[in-house]
């Protein structure tokens, strides 16, 4: 698989990683040897990037990851070495500025280092914290204090909106910004991408197929189970509700997501075409889709191996952002 640089951080990663969400919690029920059995399948596939934090499954999905990095050091030794980004912030209760410390920091990553079995945090994000934090210089002091006791070796952030990634980006040693960009959610294009290659700034691109939309799997009759965000957070009812199908009405994005799939090559899926418009904007350094099955994680790896879109294909999209989607979500995040 193609790799670029996590420059800050000073390690390449496949184009093409893993969102670890699904392999805690919120996307319905997933057992342990189905979570182990993607994870293997995706490092099988040439995934060298996992994403998780400290609050999927209150833990289980570091946990989970480290149970197979740890099995995996031991039956392929010799295979590429997997980064392992996760995150911090969410587990503050209530979650307001005031509750990230440095005191809150140090907690927050030792837990995730017993989770995940590691001495050091390989890149550690602050979770969609209150833009205030992003705005304060001690939170980086802070966050630099972590480097230097050896807690973690690098640090990014996950971001809700435009203002929040930039407002990140302008720091010196930040190392990733986490954002929402697919073909539902094209805003971060205009500002945050440019600024971040320009700075030297990794981009991780999360919810590349608007929760599932972009597949062109699901119709108006779909239902998901009770455990599943796409039932419990369609209105924001327990985090932003751009996490969910990227903040486009359900029908809205089912109607689009029809038109997207009329566009899907031959010899690829409709998920793959979402994943390779991601992967060909510049200034994307990883694509992080989730997976429930090893099939799953196999298939959207495969999406690194597909050409770019051509034009007529790439304005195609376009098109049906600016008709269909644009106006429920561009000037929100």
Sequence with gaps: MQTKALSRAGRDVGVVGLGCWQLGADWGEVGEDDALAVLAAAADAGVTFLDTADVYGDGRSETLVGRFLRARRVSSPDAPPITVATKMGRRADPHVAEAYTLDAYRAWTDRSRANLDVDVLDLVQLHCPPSAVLDRDATYDDLDTLVAEGRVAA?????????????????????????????????????????????????????????????????????????????????????????????????????????????????????????????????????????????QARANAAAADLPPLDPARADALRAIYDERIRPHVHDRW
Excluded: C
Aim: charged share 20%; hydrophobic share 45%.
């Design 155 to 295: 640090y990014g952030v996950s971001v809700e909106t435009v203002d929040e990634a930039l407002a990140a980006i302008a720091r010196p040693h930040v190392a990733s910004v986490q954002i929402i960009l697919n073909a539902f959610r094209r805003k971060p294009l205009e500002r945050v991408l440019p600024a971040a290659e320009a700075a030297g700034v990794a981009v991780i691109a999360r919810v590349p197929l608007a929760s599932g939309l972009l597949s062109g799997k699901y119709d108006e009759d779909t239902r998901f189970a009770a455990t599943d965000h796409r039932a419990f957070n369609r209105h924001g009812e327990a985090f932003d509700v751009g996490e969910t199908f990227s903040g486009v009405p359900y029908d809205v994005g089912v109607a689009a997501a029809r038109e997207v799939a009329a566009l899907t090559p031959e010899g690829a899926t409709t998920t793959q075409l979402a994943l390779r418009w991601v992967l060909d904007q510049p200034g994307v350094t990883v694509v992080i889709p989730g997976a429930r099955t090893p099939a």
